[in-house]
């Protein structure tokens, strides 16, 4: 398939790239008891629930990341990343600058005992709910495999952008349809990938 930067073939698909913009539609989610969410300060608690170092928690924090914490009640059952400034995905394989009034949502964990409970789109709604005063759109990236988070990110009001795949390359490009096709222009320059339509 051929694009204005080149001639690709396409491989499997790696994932799917959803985007909200401010003045899209945010899905009412029935109360769930106890929830809340908030701002993490707590390194100890965040390395925790994401399994890593405290160091590694710094890091992200220090790079202008901010984590925010889902509790049920007391406890803390879920994570999740708004980043500005640099970031990456695919294990590191893109990096990219996350352009003013944009915001990049990443390394979302609900803990295993409370998964299933639609905490993940409640997350992500208070997020856009929180951010969106100062900030116009809302990127997010999930593995092709991943058909949990692809639920709670459409649920959340997310409007699917493009499919991630693959390239012979050894790259990554956005194929996608005429439907988004805004969006998915925006997206692939955002991470600079190669933007490639399906026929």
Same mark, same amino acid.
């Given at each position: 398939?051929?694009?204005?930067?080149?001639?690709?073939?396409?491989?499997?698909?790696?994932?799917?790239?959803?985007?909200?913009?401010?003045?899209?539609?945010?899905?009412?989610?029935?109360?769930?008891?106890?929830?809340?969410?908030?701002?993490?300060?707590?390194?100890?608690?965040?390395?925790?629930?994401?399994?890593?170092?405290?160091?590694?928690?710094?890091?992200?924090?220090?790079?202008?990341?901010?984590?925010?914490?889902?509790?049920?009640?007391?406890?803390?059952?879920?994570?999740?990343?708004?980043?500005?400034?640099?970031?990456?995905?695919?294990?590191?394989?893109?990096?990219?600058?996350?352009?003013?009034?944009?915001?990049?949502?990443?390394?979302?964990?609900?803990?295993?005992?409370?998964?299933?409970?639609?905490?993940?789109?409640?997350?992500?709604?208070?997020?856009?709910?929180?951010?969106?005063?100062?900030?116009?759109?809302?990127?997010?990236?999930?593995?092709?495999?991943?058909?949990?988070?692809?639920?709670?990110?459409?649920?959340?009001?997310?409007?699917?952008?493009?499919?991630?795949?693959? @390239?012979?390359?050894?790259?990554?490009? @956005? @194929?996608?349809?005429?439907?988004?096709?805004?969006?998915? @222009?925006?997206?692939?320059?955002?991470?600079?990938?190669?933007?490639?339509?399906?026929?």
């Amino acid at each position: 398939m051929t694009t204005n930067q080149g001639t690709y073939s396409i491989g499997d698909r790696a994932g799917l790239l959803w985007t909200w913009w401010k003045g899209d539609a945010l899905p009412v989610l029935p109360p769930l008891p106890d929830f809340s969410v908030e701002r993490a300060a707590n390194l100890e608690e965040l390395a925790f629930m994401m399994e890593t170092t405290q160091d590694e928690v710094l890091k992200l924090r220090q790079v202008g990341h901010e984590p925010y914490l889902a509790r049920i009640g007391a406890h803390a059952v879920a994570v999740g990343w708004s980043a500005t400034g640099k970031a990456a995905f695919g294990g590191g394989l893109i990096t990219f600058q996350v352009p003013p009034q944009n915001r990049y949502l990443y390394y979302f964990i609900t803990l295993p005992a409370w998964r299933g409970h639609g905490i993940y789109p409640r997350l992500l709604q208070y997020i856009l709910r929180h951010e969106c005063a100062t900030n116009e759109r809302f990127w997010i990236i999930h593995q092709a495999a991943n058909l949990a988070s692809q639920r709670g990110i459409e649920r959340a009001g997310f409007q699917l952008t493009s499919a991630v795949h693959f @390239l012979d390359t050894g790259g990554l490009g @956005l @194929l996608t349809t005429k439907e988004n096709k805004e969006r998915a @222009l925006t997206g692939a320059a955002l991470f600079g990938l190669p933007l490639i339509e399906s026929r």
